[in-house]
T-cell receptor
Framework: AQTVTQSQPEMSVQEAETVTLSCTYD???????LFWYKQPPSRQMILVIR??????QNATENRFSVNFQKAAKSFSLKISDSQLGDAAMYFC???????????????FGKGTKLSVKP | DGGITQSPKYLFRKEGQNVTLSCEQN?????MYWYRQDPGQGLRLIYY???????QKGDIAEGYSVSREKKESFPLTVTSAQKNPTAFYLC???????????FGPGTRLTVL
């Protein structure tokens, strides 16, 4: 079974600085997706960034980028120029491809709480 | 405005009662999902539906039931058989099972 591990329960960053959140996963599949979701105090889950495993190029979305290391099964999120609005819980998630009997469900880590100091 | 709505936002239930959580989407998505979130935990999948009139158990389906009679709607019933139902419940939908999932605002269920 696939698992997702976020080893940092809490992180803190100074406004305008850069922070990296860690995520590792375990799978025997070769094709899959990886995601970072943000959950602010409103508790709405918001997709931050998505990476397809077959793509070697790391995904980027404005101030958010990932470092995807497939062999190491590592998928870290880098937030540049941190803003007060970035304060939230961040969840890493894995999704297998839906074929060959695999359900392809989203599997979440336990999350990292990010605080941003003014 | 396209999106996913969940109602109510807060729900209180007495022990031994069944309660139904609503989830509606107007994104024309085929797939819908129900997740449970507990403090300090990620989301865990309860049930999912690939298409109308079809649904499958997720990782923690015991004590829950669902129906999918319409494409737009995927209600979740928390039955009295669910031993620890107090939690935050999130509904999501996607174009298909391989698509990106979009989440609703959630329902906080408290059993008194």
């Amino acid at each position: 079974a696939q698992t997702v591990t976020q080893s940092q329960p809490e992180m803190s960053v100074q406004e305008a600085e850069t922070v990296t959140l860690s995520c590792t996963y375990d799978t025997s599949e070769s094709d899959y997706y990886l995601f970072w979701y943000k959950q602010p105090p409103s508790r709405q889950m918001i997709l931050v960034i998505r990476q397809e495993a077959y793509k070697q190029q790391n995904a980027t979305e404005n101030r958010f980028s990932v470092n995807f290391q497939k062999a190491a099964k590592s998928f870290s999120l880098k937030i540049s120029d941190s803003q007060l609005g970035d304060a939230a819980m961040y969840f890493c998630a894995y999704k297998g491809m839906n074929y060959g009997g695999s359900q392809g469900n989203l599997i979440f880590g336990k999350g990292t709480k990010l605080s941003v100091k003014p | 405005d396209g999106g996913i709505t969940q109602s109510p936002k807060y729900l209180f239930r007495k022990e031994g009662q069944n309660v139904t959580l609503s989830c509606e989407q107007n994104l024309n998505h085929d797939a819908m999902y129900w997740y449970r979130q507990d403090p300090g935990q990620g989301l865990r999948l309860i049930y999912y539906s690939q298409i109308v009139n079809d649904f499958q158990k997720g990782d923690i389906a015991e004590g829950y039931s669902v129906s999918r009679e319409k494409k737009e709607s995927f209600p979740l019933t928390v039955t009295s058989a669910q031993k620890n139902p107090t939690a935050f419940y999130l509904c999501a939908s996607s174009l298909n099972l391989n698509g990106e999932q979009f989440f609703g605002p959630g329902t906080r269920l408290t059993v008194l």
